[in-house]
């Protein structure tokens, strides 16, 4: 495949997944900094493994995988920033402004933070990035079952959360040690 | 509202408020950016030799190649191969590997073993705990006596763009050898080797169980949302004051009042508390 052909093919990938990978990497770095650097190091990333990259709606899940690991990495460690992506930046900047219209609800956040990183990832992709568990489980490198037994998990973790974080939570009694949990 | 909505609520913007964003300015100079780079095959990268007709290498198969982004950091050296999961470099008396997939194909590794001349290698990659220092997992099991391995994390990334771990091993091992190799798990993934629970990013980042009684720990731990593993800590009566380790107790034989050593994460929504016994406890048979 020459060269130019990568080319053109990689453009048209971009195009069209752009909006959705910016959007995921925004809905997750806390500042615009990060998003562009997620965004631009994801795009290195397809560019230089052009060849790899799947054809279709199969390259958009491709790339979420990806832009997770790369947020992965950029959490683990101290990132040097290699360039600034200003001109992205700036834009992005209005993203993280404008949030407010929607209203503040008491005790969500918190009920967020209670989650473990897995199970807010996993809520995250089906609401967010709207995916079903088929496409969660491609994006997780895992099986459709296990996604939607995972995924189920979670809803219900986070309803549990919700229920401690928000006024009319229920108080929880303590529960003695009584038997072994299977993991 | 249902709970869906709720968090639905909670991301800063939706694809759709995007709309048209592909085609702004930024993400023109940000694709022009990233189309100017260099994909670089390997193949363009390496050193002319005769040596590598003497390796049956005339030919080197390269699959959409691991990027090379420096030269060999062993002075004297050639790469003799490439594909998306490892580049092999060899480098006097050793072979220098780079690993760039955490779940390489082991039909494709021992292909690419085999190129160099290396069948009775294996080499296993375990995911552990990202905060896990690079190197703390490497194992090498072999029957030659002279062969030896090292591992080689920190020339890893300057090396080989996405480089994941790395290692180097005798050429011309005899019989058979095996190299474990930690590498960073991925979010989600269950890890070979425990993290400590509360290290940052881990399960109760933050939290300390240490000295707290069992039953307290396990009552934190179920907040979380987690299950509870116990393993006694037998402390031996012997000089050297060395502990065994004694997993999978059913709660029923913890004492509540016992106190906790420590908190362990595998990732995978158990929380393993290391429970030292009471004075009055008989360690099983065997301990």
Known sequence: MSEQDDRSRFEAVYRRTYEQILGYAVRRCSSPEDAADVVAETYVIAWKRIAELPGGEAGRLWLYGVARRVLANHRRSERRRLTRHTELTDEIEHLYAARSHHSEQHGVDEAMDVLADSDRELLALNLWEGLDPGEIATVLDCSRNAASIRLHRARKRFAKALEKTRPSAAGFASRPLIEKESG | ?287
């Open chain 2, 1 to 287: 509202m249902n709970n869906d909505q709720i968090f639905k609520d909670r991301a800063r913007v939706l694809d759709e408020d995007l709309a048209g964003r592909a085609s702004t300015a930024g993400a023109d100079a940000l694709l022009a950016e990233i189309v100017s780079l260099e994909r670089a095959p390997a193949r363009r990268r390496l050193l002319p030799s005769p040596r590598r007709a003497l390796l049956g290498m005339a030919a080197v198969a390269v699959l959409a190649g691991a990027i090379v982004v420096g030269p060999s950091l062993f002075g004297a050296s050639e790469q003799v191969y490439a594909s998306q999961a490892v580049t092999i470099d060899r480098v006097g008396d050793e072979y220098a590997f780079y690993f760039t997939e955490g779940n390489p194909d082991p039909a494709e590794l021992k292909k690419a073993f085999h190129q160099v001349g290396l069948d009775n290698l294996t080499v296993s990659l375990v995911p552990v705990p990202p905060r896990m220092p690079a190197g703390s997992v490497f194992g090498f099991e072999k029957s030659d006596p002279d062969a030896r391995a090292t591992f080689a994390g920190d020339s890893c990334p300057e090396r080989v763009e996405d480089c994941i771990t790395a290692f180097r091993v005798t050429a011309d091992i005899k019989g058979p050898a095996k190299v474990s190799l930690g590498r960073p798990a991925k979010p989600g993934e269950k890890y070979a080797f425990p993290a400590d629970a509360s290290w940052p990013g881990e399960a109760l980042a933050g939290v300390n169980l240490q000295g707290r009684s069992a039953a307290q720990a396990a009552d934190v731990v179920r907040e979380h949302h987690l299950k509870v593993a116990y393993v006694l800590d037998w402390r031996l009566p012997n000089d050297e004051k060395d502990t065994r380790f004694e997993k999978d107790v059913p709660a029923s034989r913890i004492d509540p009042d016992w106190q906790v050593a420590r908190a362990e994460s595998y990732n995978d929504g158990v929380i393993v508390l290391h429970v030292v016994p009471g004075p009055a406890a008989t360690p099983p048979p065997g301990f």
